[in-house]
């Protein structure tokens, strides 16, 4: 259905490039890691909970709209699956609750609500627009709210302009659908004025896609869907091919992914494997890069089907992993210093981490944290999406991180039930305790020219 990248690698190339790229010296023992950094917040969102009392709403990954003029009425919008979209304030305070509404298509389902993404200065209708893009799991399509300018101090912040009947990303139609092999993660890619893309993973498989996004009738929609096919399996030193353990059916995903608007580098976090790099589009300026893997990466695991879990054959196995990301690896997102110069920021899902590191050159490895709670907020736990600002907004004047966090636990939060929600963490915070730098230009990052 969707029309294949011509100059983009198949799995079998890209997987036997890298395969054949991958000697001893590519995977190096473990390396000691101290302890990671701690930082602090107190602001965190209302608790969302996914259970038909609260909606099915449970939160997945934020984005953070900055606003033109007046940095107090930026927002940050998140997803919470089943549960729509979420709008909120600089004080975490709800502004907006949007329910997962049948997609405007003639086979249509309610949506379900993964990962959100900002793309500014899109033009709609005549005017000039920021816009929320969001993936859509059981559509397995995008959709798209126009951000009111007042931000903050609209009524309503969000409106849907979704044109109607936008193709399906990944699958040929409504049964292929229905297995959920859909929409996942999401990002928004600008690399001129007047041109907007999507980066979309796909849930359970291995595969990118990019699609340009385009007014239709008044609304938003996408063509020109492009994909390639990332490696599943991967050659080990010790002459073995190791692929992650998964259930039946299932490839090691991806799903957080971030940008760089300066350079056309593609960060992507394939869940259960490490951090890659590659360029877009898609296909374009060599083979990609994993560059950081995943603490029991080559570590060969057994699918227990009583338990429905990967179990170690040999517990006793250390593997080729890095010492940074524990599986999960999940939200992606940058900050934007001078030049090419700034960090790309990794949530390591499995030890309630975050992952540091430079944006620039080989990306080297910069340090790690942990986020704690004070004044009534809670620990970070199991971080799923992210999302960084280098730009003052509200009472951050040294810029802003947003994290989901699973599960939210407090004294006002009930917990016999799956809560969830999303902490602010002022990155001046996180400079200080792993001696970054506090750029807070606008000039910095690109999309904000």
Request: aromatic content about 8%; overall charge negative.
């Amino acid at each position: 259905m969707t029309h294949i990248l011509k100059a983009a690698l198949s799995v079998g190339t890209v997987a036997a490039a890298l395969l054949a790229a991958s000697p001893a010296a590519a995977f190096p023992a473990v390396e000691h890691r101290g302890d990671p950094a701690v930082v602090t917040t107190d602001n965190e969102t209302p608790a969302l909970y996914d259970d038909e009392e609260g909606g099915n709403a449970s939160g997945d990954d934020p984005a953070i709209w900055v606003h033109p003029k007046d940095s107090h009425k930026s927002i940050v919008i998140v997803t919470a699956k089943e549960g729509g979209l979420r709008v909120y304030d600089m004080k975490s305070r709800e502004l907006q609750s949007l329910a997962a509404t049948e997609a405007p298509r003639t086979d249509t389902a309610k949506g379900r609500y993964n990962n959100v993404d900002i793309a500014y200065d899109i033009t709609l209708a005549g005017r000039v627009v920021d816009v929320a893009v969001v993936s859509d799991r059981y559509n397995d399509q995008l959709r798209f709210f126009v951000i009111d300018p007042a931000g903050a101090a609209a009524r309503t912040p969000l409106t849907e302009v979704t044109a109607a009947d936008q193709r399906f990303l990944f699958n040929p139609d409504r049964e292929a659908v229905d297995e959920e092999h859909t929409a996942y993660g999401l990002a928004v890619w600008q690399p001129k004025r007047g041109e907007t893309y999507a980066v979309v993973t796909q849930e359970g498989a291995t595969t990118l896609a990019t699609a340009r996004i385009v007014e239709i009738d008044g609304k938003l929609g996408y063509t020109n869907v492009k994909k390639l096919t990332m490696p599943s399996t991967f050659k080990l030193p010790d002459g073995s091919t190791w692929s992650p353990c998964e259930e039946p059916g299932v490839l090691p995903q991806f799903e957080g992914v971030a940008v760089d608007q300066k350079s056309g580098v593609l960060y992507a976090a394939q869940e259960d494997v490490g951090l890659w790099r590659l360029r877009l589009p898609l296909g374009s300026g060599g083979q990609p890069t994993l560059i950081d893997k995943v603490t029991d990466f080559g570590i060969h695991d057994a699918y227990d089907k009583e338990s429905e879990e990967c179990r170690p054959i040999d517990p006793k196995a250390k593997g080729f992993g890095g010492n940074r990301l524990t599986a999960d690896a999940e939200g992606v997102d940058i900050y934007y210093g001078p030049g090419s110069t700034g960090y790309v920021i990794v949530s390591s899902q499995g030890d309630d981490t975050f992952a540091v590191y430079d944006r620039q050159g080989k990306n080297a490895p910069l340090g790690s944290f942990r986020v704690k709670g004070v004044k009534g907020a809670d620990d970070v736990n199991g971080s799923d999406g992210l999302a960084v600002t280098n730009r003052p907004v509200g009472d951050y004047r040294q810029g802003l991180l947003v994290t989901h966090d699973e599960p939210e636990t407090g004294p006002d939060v009930d917990d016999e039930r799956d809560a969830t929600n999303f902490s602010y963490v002022s990155w001046g915070e996180i400079a200080n305790a792993l001696s970054l730098k506090v750029t807070t230009k606008a000039g910095n990052d690109p999309r904000f020219r």
